[in-house]
């Protein structure tokens, strides 16, 4: 039996089995294949098979079906063949075995199978060694002895780099004292974006109170009724937010958030940015200290 896979999005990978006859595919629950996608209308698109033919039509949807990169009529029956990707809003699908070769139209890996196609390999090489990369710049800059906030901007800066979707980010320092928020070293994609940076303080404070990363790469749709309402007003499309720890001491948060649209990361990211918040803290700490012992030490100056 000829099965539909979803080739992007938080069910990536997922494939269903492909009935007889009417097949409808939309956002709400009550189609024959539920997908959770917010560009997606409630009944979006109506696949039929007719023998071992298959035909699409689009059900006037708001955002639209394109096939072959061409946007279809709504209420025309088209043909589609086996293996060709199909997108709805901003969720590709595709019929058939030939599908698992396909990748995500942001040129991420679909990783359905183990890889065989050396492109595909070659892509895959590429992001580990982009991320590498961000953690040997992250640490080379962090030794230069820049300023601190100097430092981390320049860390932000790279970050937005390797992961384009993404928006802004932030390092949301921690009063070691009382606590609360002591400073916010912020970095936003948009230069023309001269608004304050505002971030979801619900997301900063739960990953300050749990010690364990939030990650929401499609906030509207993965996020729980606490944070999805706070999201959605402050119309963030995905957020993650990973704790940085140091001597057991949590001095802070680093954050990140896409206001353009969902997936502004993979989930298999949270790893790379706790990496570099193990880095980040351990230069923090020791930047504090210094500083600490320079206040001290111009006490004791007979000068001071």
Do not use: W
């Amino acid at each position: 039996m000829v099965k539909l896979y979803i080739l992007n999005g938080p069910k990536a990978g997922r494939a269903y089995r492909f009935g007889d006859g009417e097949n409808y595919l939309g956002r709400s629950p009550d189609n024959n294949i539920h997908v959770n996608d917010k560009t997606v209308s409630r009944k979006h698109l109506r696949i039929v098979k007719k023998g071992d033919r298959y035909f699409i039509t689009d059900l006037a949807s708001r955002n639209g079906t394109l096939y072959r990169g061409q946007p279809i009529e709504p209420g025309v029956e088209v043909e589609i063949e086996q293996g060709i990707p199909i997108t709805m809003g901003k969720t590709a699908i595709c019929l058939g075995e030939g599908c698992l070769e396909q990748v995500r139209s942001d040129s991420d890996i679909i990783e359905l199978t183990e890889p065989t196609d050396e492109h595909v390999i070659e892509r895959r090489t590429r992001t580990h060694e982009k991320k590498a990369t961000l953690l040997y710049r992250a640490s080379e800059t962090l030794a230069r002895g820049l300023p601190l906030e100097e430092a981390l901007k320049m860390i932000l800066g790279y970050t937005l780099d390797l992961l384009r979707r993404l928006d802004r980010g932030a390092f949301i320092l921690i009063d070691p004292e009382t606590g609360g928020v002591k400073e916010i070293i912020s970095k936003s994609k948009h230069a023309s974006d001269a608004k304050p940076f505002t971030y979801c303080e619900d997301v900063v404070q739960r990953v300050l109170q749990v010690r364990e990363p939030v990650a929401l790469p499609d906030a509207e749709s993965e996020g729980d009724d606490e944070l999805a309402d706070t999201l959605k007003i402050m119309k963030i499309e995905s957020v993650m937010c990973v704790p940085m720890v140091s001597d057991e001491k949590t001095i802070g948060v680093i954050y990140v958030d896409s206001l353009q649209g969902p997936y502004g990361f993979r989930k298999e990211d949270v790893a790379l940015f706790m990496s570099l918040s193990q880095r980040t803290a351990l230069a923090i700490e020791n930047a504090r200290f210094a500083s600490e012992i320079s206040g001290i030490a111009e006490t004791l100056s007979p000068d001071g």
